[in-house]
């Protein structure tokens, strides 16, 4: 049985540092990339970053680039989504998901096998 699960989300205040993190059990990690995904209320889910599954590379929404990081520890079948400077309209929902697909489809919903529950991050002003 595979299971994600998303933990450090928060509440938290304009411009501070957050860092939410992704246990997956039940798979061969390092067989898989993962990906963050957020959704906001009333909103459709976004892609947010993907890292392949060694960690060689990384893609990132274009919003995010230079405020996010994400990064993986294959030993400890856990990934990471650092995020700095945060906004109040990063305040979402936060989502890890893990594909084994080498089709180029990183932020595609839909391309992703399994999903974490998700947790929430709130960013106040």
């Known amino acids: 049985q595979v299971q994600l699960v998303e933990s450090g989300g928060g509440l938290v205040q304009a411009g501070d540092s957050l860092r939410v993190s992704c246990v997956a059990s039940?798979?061969?990690?390092?067989?898989?990339?993962m990906g963050w995904f957020r959704q906001a209320p009333g909103k459709e889910r976004e892609f947010v970053a993907h890292?392949?599954?060694?960690?060689?590379?990384?893609t990132y929404t274009d919003s995010m680039k230079g405020r996010f990081a994400i990064y993986r520890n294959n030993a400890d079948n856990t990934v990471f989504l650092q995020m700095n400077n945060l906004i109040p309209d990063d305040t979402a929902v936060y989502y890890c998901?893990?594909?084994?697909?080498?089709?180029?489809?990183?932020?595609?919903?839909?391309?992703?096998?399994?999903w974490g529950q998700g947790i929430q991050v709130t960013v106040s002003s």
């Open positions: 039940g798979l061969m990690f390092s067989d898989y990339g």
């Open positions: 890292i392949s599954a060694y960690g060689a590379s990384s």
């Open positions: 998901a893990a594909r084994n697909r080498s089709d180029g489809r990183t932020f595609v919903t839909a391309a992703y096998e399994y």
